[in-house]
């Protein structure tokens, strides 16, 4: 260790920076032999702190290590010496992974040999300066020196930056001079313009036209298209990290480009044994929105390998679910189509040696410190005769499993390949008895579908390496996987067998209860797939894992809702409300018409508003009406401006204006109606403090409103509730009001259609509606309480 270090601090590292190199093999290892190669050109004493401190910038960062000694070579040979030079010769030789390098071509592309005299420089910045000459002498040792420097070094590749930076120093103070007082006067700042607010709520607003969803930021599209992601360009796997070169590799890209044209491939691959939740719209936004931005193709694949506990109902609703939140698949898959394929190539797998058949049980696996298989080496042939007869039903259930020879990132030695389960398939009946296994399955499927980026969240990541180990041992096309974070939401589980557990024990009635956070449960409450896609492009495309609170995605059902929920008025606690008085009404007399006790007139309500351009719908207005029994107080308390004994109150969209007459209780004491006089609003005494909603020959309906399910912020987290999720129930998470009275004008509803009624929410009409009675599911509150998050 003492004679590494000594090694590496001759080549000009600290001391300390030596003994952090050592703490890392990979780079010592590479460190070492690029000074051993330096030295066979120059000497044991010929490699300076200069050729040093380039050295250990190249195998600090050098991916394909078989190209090491090459470029201590040049570095060695004083071919590379500048910090732009190496940047071009890595990338050089990671955009050329095969031999032989062409040596011309590579010392062209990175500089070799080229020399800039002083001269060049001065032409170069003096033409620079020229262009710039006007504004130069208008704002002088204001303007931005940063683009005369960038446009100097853009023509100037490979000059040294520090004499570039000199030489626009000198000619510039040749052109302005010395700095004056006023030169060096701080700039006052000058404030932007004032928003206004209508400008400022356009600017929030969010529109989604064709998918492209607007958010604040970058719109989900736009944050998906292109080179914004950072991800390789389709035929260029192997510039990804990570990404393993093998002889064939170049051939077999050749081949992936032929099929594919250079369009891009994605896959959206859910395992049909539950319904998608929140976390799965970003993978879905992610997957098939990235294809879209680009032009490409998203498949649809099912991951149905595991027979036990795949049901068809959940395969319809993976499909109805990408549907919903606006997505055509290109093609759907199974991975079940490829069973007699994947069976070959795991044959294959076991002749090159890569594989064996294994009798540990399967508690002998669990945990990254499972004992070695003492079958490891067990001969091919044998293998071979063990796999077919695991095929041919001839083992017990987890007497004998494939296992492939490999150590995944996570230090996981040999995972499975293929496991035994006497359960028939919902395709293929009972065809097969042995089933692959996720890591096997998921990067061969990529493989035979030419999939170009395989997008998975970021737990995945362990599972690179041996994603591509897999593919390369079988020598077949390899896609490349790319992570991004997941999407979580606090106050709710999406684990399906915890939601399973909750549909059990009866805490909700099914995967589409709406106080889930499942899919198929937001589209029941009333969410629009628009704001749940809003939602995601308002999180962006992170690495990062997300957790976000659940009243950012009801802002976004908000900013939806706003726009296409009609109003209507609606009366969760009724209050019955009879006028006594005989008015005029627009030319009709209070008794005047057939109907017995009709008021004579008909209110007309906007649709939207703030748009009446959108339409509008008819209500009645008669003698009888009613309104909420909070909207009425018997005692006058400071601060309240409804309805009072000694104060009116106006009835929206109606015109009128109601004054208490008389309180009528029952028995208990309850004010259960009152009587009421009536006066067009215009003729009133005082305009009222407040008009409230009300309803007049109703229907009756049941509303259903809903609250967080659990009462903790992270209801899995054992510090934060000891006694599990199922502990945690919020036991006010839904109130059911079955008396709840709407105007007519929602007798057409459909399931799933939308309605704010006023004043108290936005509401979405529930599966559960017969003929004679309608059922209404709380979909948000109007506003966001701050005092609840």
């Known amino acids: 260790m003492a004679d590494t270090v000594t090694l590496f601090t001759s080549i000009g590292l600290s001391e300390q920076k ?63 010496c500048t910090e732009l030079q190496l940047a071009a010769a890595l990338e050089f030789v990671k955009n050329h992974p095969q031999d032989p390098i062409n040596q011309a071509e590579f010392e062209n592309v990175c500089g070799v040999g080229v020399v800039i005299t002083p001269e060049q420089i001065e032409e ?247 004992p070695p298989s003492p079958w490891r080496e067990r001969p091919m042939e044998e293998s071979l005769v063990l796999f077919q007869r695991m095929k041919k039903g001839l083992f017990a259930e987890g007497e004998a499993t494939l296992r492939m020879k490999m150590v995944m990132e996570d230090g996981k030695m040999d995972p499975v390949a293929y496991r035994i389960k006497y359960t028939p398939h919902h395709r293929t009946g009972d065809a097969w008895c042995i089933y692959p296994t996720y890591d096997y399955t998921h990067c061969l499927c990529d493989s035979i579908e030419n999939i170009t980026h395989s997008l998975c969240t970021k737990e995945f990541q362990a599972r690179r390496s041996s994603y591509f180990w897999l593919c390369n041992a079988l020598d077949v096309y390899c896609p490349v996987q790319w992570e991004y974070g997941r999407l979580n939401l606090t106050y709710t589980v999406v684990s399906k067998r915890k939601i399973i557990k909750l549909v059990e024990t009866g805490v909700v009635r099914d995967w589409d209860d709406p106080r889930l956070f499942t899919l198929t449960a937001l589209r029941r409450r009333g969410f629009p797939s628009v704001a749940i896609n809003n939602f995601c492009a308002r999180v962006g495309v992170t690495v990062a894992q997300v957790t976000m609170e659940p009243h950012l995605l009801e802002a976004c059902v908000r900013d939806v809702l706003n726009d296409t929920a009609p109003r209507a008025m609606a009366v969760l606690e009724p209050l019955k409300v009879t006028i006594t008085n005989r008015i005029p009404s627009y030319g009709f007399s209070f008794f005047s018409l057939a109907l017995p006790g009709y008021f004579g007139r008909k209110s007309e309500l906007p649709n939207f508003p703030a748009d009446e351009a959108k339409g509008s719908h008819v209500v009645p207005f008669t003698n009888i009406v009613f309104i ?15 309805l009072t004994p000694d104060q009116p109150v106006g009835l929206r969209h109606a015109g009128y204006v109601i004054t208490v007459q008389k309180v009528i209780k029952d028995a208990q004491g309850k004010v259960v109606e009152l009587e009421v006089s009536c006066c067009v609003s215009t003729e009133a005494k005082e305009k009222p403090k407040a008009f409230i909603h009300w309803v007049s020959q109703p229907l009756k309906c049941e509303v259903r409103l809903y609250e967080r399910l659990f009462l903790h912020k992270n209801p899995e987290d054992p510090s934060e509730v000891p006694g599990g999720f199922l502990s945690d129930i919020n036991p006010h998470s839904m109130e059911v009001i079955d008396s709840a009275l709407v105007d007519r004008s929602v007798a057409g509803a459909k399931v799933l259609d939308r309605f704010q009624f006023e004043r108290m929410g936005y509401f979405s009409l529930d599966p559960d509606s017969t003929a004679d009675k309608l059922v209404f599911n709380r979909t948000v509150t109007l506003k966001e309480d701050p005092g609840k998050i």
């Not at 736009?222 to 992601?229: D, I, Y």
């Not at 068809?312 to 199974?334: C, N, R, S």
């Not at 909420?628 to 409804?642: L, N, P």
Request: charged content about 30%.
């Open 18 to 80: 030596a003994k952090e190199t050592l703490k890392n093999e990979a780079l010592t290892s590479a460190l070492k032999d690029a000074i051993a190669q330096a030295q066979v050109v120059n000497g044991a004493t010929g490699v300076d702190k200069a050729m040093g401190t380039m050295l250990y910038s190249m195998v600090s960062r050098l991916k394909d290590t078989k190209r090491l000694t090459f470029l201590a070579d040049h570095i060695a040979r004083h071919k590379i």
């Open 124 to 370: 170069a910045v003096e033409v620079v300066i020229n262009k710039h000459k006007e504004l130069l002498l208008k704002e002088r040792y204001r303007y931005n020196m940063g683009l005369l420097m960038g446009e100097s070094r853009a023509a100037l590749k490979w000059a040294d930056g520090k004499i570039i930076k000199n030489e626009v120093d000198v000619q510039v103070l040749h052109l302005l001079g010395a700095k004056t007082e006023a030169d060096l006067e701080k700039k006052t700042k000058v404030s932007p313009p004032k928003t206004s607010e209508s400008e400022v709520k356009a600017k929030k607003e969010e529109v989604a036209v064709n998918g492209e969803v607007q958010s604040e930021g970058k719109s989900l599209m736009e944050q998906l298209r292109g080179e914004a992601l950072k991800f390789h360009k389709t035929g260029e796997n192997y510039k990804t990290e990570g990404y393993v070169v093998t002889p064939n590799t170049m051939d077999l890209l050749k081949k992936h480009m032929e099929i594919t044209g250079g369009q891009i491939r994605t896959r959206f691959p859910p395992e049909p044994n539950g319904i998608l939740h929140i976390g799965h719209a970003k993978a879905i936004n992610f997957n098939f929105g990235y294809a879209k931005a680009n032009d490409g193709i998203c498949f649809l694949r099912y991951d149905d390998t595991n027979p036990e506990k795949e049901e068809e109902k959940y395969f319809t609703a993976i499909k109805d679910m990408v549907g919903w939140l606006g997505y055509e698949p290109y093609q759907i898959t199974h991975a079940s189509d490829n069973f007699q394929r994947l069976y070959d190539l795991a044959v294959d797998l076991v002749r090159r040696g890569h594989a064996y058949v294994c009798h540990q049980r399967g508690e002998e696996l669990k945990g990254h410190n499972a």
């Open 628 to 642: 909420e029994q909070s909207d009425f107080r018997e005692v006058m308390e400071k601060g309240y401006k409804r």
